[in-house]
Nanobody, 123 residues
Framework: QVQLVESGGGLVQAGESLRLSCAAS????????MGWFRQAPGQEREFVAG??????YYGNSVKDRFTCSRDNAKNTVYLQMNSLKPEDTAVYYC??????????????????WGQGIRVTVSS
């Protein structure tokens, strides 16, 4: 089993920055892809970013503003969010795919999820 705990969310104004962290514990492996998804009210969960040995990938709506990074020694993945917009308001989820394979953009590929953390961007 794997446990994922997110931190770092909150309320910010448009144009500001936030950094989310996700600490993994349990049967983790640096080869396993880890990613971030988000779900806004009334919308489906969408892929934000993911990272593995194959590289780091981003959803189209956050490219050039968000940076996903990973510290394997700490079993932690980060999401640096810059130039935040009101449309970035959502609950953000950390996810882990317990397979040695490239990053997937589909949520069904991930077996373990954090509890979610709210990010609110005011205009």
């Amino acid at each position: 089993q794997v446990q994922l705990v997110e931190s770092g969310g909150g309320l910010v104004q448009a144009g500001e920055s936030l950094r989310l962290s996700c600490a993994a514990s349990g049967r983790t492996d640096s080869r396993f892809p880890m990613g971030w998804f988000r779900q806004a009210p009334g919308q489906e969960r969408e892929f934000v970013a993911g990272t593995s040995y194959s590289g780091t990938y981003y959803g189209n709506s956050v490219k050039d503003r968000f940076t996903c990074s990973r510290d394997n020694a700490k079993n932690t993945v980060y999401l640096q969010m810059n130039s935040l917009k009101p449309e970035d308001t959502a609950v953000y989820y950390c996810a882990l795919d317990a397979h040695d394979r490239p990053v997937a953009r589909e949520e069904v590929a991930y077996q373990f999820w954090g509890q979610g953390i709210r990010v609110t961007v005011s205009s």
